[in-house]
C-alpha cells in the first residue's frame, strides 16, 4: 500500500514570495504518477501538476514547479509569485500504474494561505 | 479539456430516505470512474472504483450495500446513499479516467438530517 505524507497542515505567504510545500510518499512501486491538486473554497479540484515518475526532469507550470527526488520518494511544490487566488488547500497525490492503475492516494493537504 | 459534470452540487435529505449523485462525462468516454469521499477540512478517501458494464470494487471497510455504485454507460456513472444517515454527510466527489489523464468532478455535499 502507498502512503502519502505532507508534514505541513498549514502555512502563509505574502502576495508575490515564493513558498514550497512538502510532500514524501512511500511505496514500493517503480511506476506512477505524483501529482499536486488545488482545492479552493469551491471545493473543485483543480490539477496542479503532474510528474511521471520514470522523468528525471522536474515538471514547471508556469508558476508552478516541483522538486522529484524519486530516491528518496520526495515530491515539493513550489509556487512562485504567490498570487491571492493561490489561496487554496493543496493535496499531494499518488497514482500508481499498472494493476489498478489510476487509484489515487492523497495527503492530509496542506492550507495555503497568500496574504495581501 | 475533459469535463465531468457532477450533480447535484449539494442535497439536504431526510435520514431514512436515499440519495442518488450522478457523474456525467461530457466530452470523452469514461470506462472507469473512481468515487471518494471528504470530510471537512480533511483529505480525500477513494470509496470505489466503477467500470461500464462491470461490478463497481469497493474499498476495504465501505458498505457496499450502503453505496450503491452503477456504471450502465460509457457517460454516465452513479452513487446512491442508500438510507441515509447523519453520518453519511460529507463531500462526495468523482474522477472520470480519460485518454490523457483524470478529471474530477465538481462534487456533491450531502447533508443528512
Known amino acids: 500500500a502507498q502512503t502519502v505524507t505532507q508534514s505541513q497542515p498549514e502555512m502563509s505567504v505574502q502576495e508575490a514570495e515564493t513558498v514550497t510545500l512538502s510532500c514524501t510518499y512511500d511505496t514500493s512501486e517503480n511506476n506512477y504518477y505524483l501529482f499536486w491538486y488545488k482545492q479552493p473554497p469551491s471545493r473543485q479540484m483543480i490539477l496542479v501538476i503532474r510528474?511521471?515518475?520514470?522523468?528525471?526532469q522536474n515538471a514547471t507550470e508556469n508558476r508552478f514547479s516541483v522538486n522529484f527526488q524519486k530516491a528518496a520518494k520526495s515530491f515539493s511544490l513550489k509556487i512562485s509569485d504567490s498570487q491571492l487566488g493561490d489561496t487554496a488547500m493543496y493535496f499531494c497525490?499518488?497514482?500508481?500504474?499498472?494493476?489498478?492503475?489510476?487509484?489515487?492516494?492523497f495527503g492530509d493537504g496542506t492550507t495555503l494561505t497568500v496574504k495581501p | 479539456g475533459a469535463v465531468v459534470s457532477q450533480h447535484p452540487s449539494w442535497v439536504i435529505c431526510k435520514s431514512g430516505t436515499s440519495v442518488k449523485i450522478e457523474c456525467r462525462s461530457l466530452d470523452f468516454q469514461a470506462t472507469t470512474m473512481f468515487w471518494y469521499r471528504q470530510f471537512p477540512k480533511q483529505s480525500l478517501m477513494l470509496m470505489a472504483t466503477s467500470n461500464e458494464g462491470s461490478k463497481a470494487t469497493y474499498e476495504q471497510g465501505v458498505e457496499k450495500d450502503k453505496f450503491l455504485i452503477n456504471h450502465a454507460s460509457l457517460t454516465l456513472s452513479t452513487l446512491t446513499v442508500t438510507s441515509a444517515h447523519p453520518e453519511d454527510s460529507s463531500f462526495y466527489i468523482c474522477?472520470?479516467?480519460?485518454?490523457?489523464?483524470?478529471?474530477f468532478g465538481s462534487g456533491t455535499r450531502l447533508t443528512v438530517v
Open positions: 497525490a499518488f497514482m500508481k500504474l499498472g494493476t489498478n492503475a489510476g487509484k489515487s492516494t
Open positions: 510528474q511521471e515518475a520514470y522523468k528525471q
Open positions: 474522477q472520470g479516467q480519460t485518454n490523457y489523464g483524470y478529471t
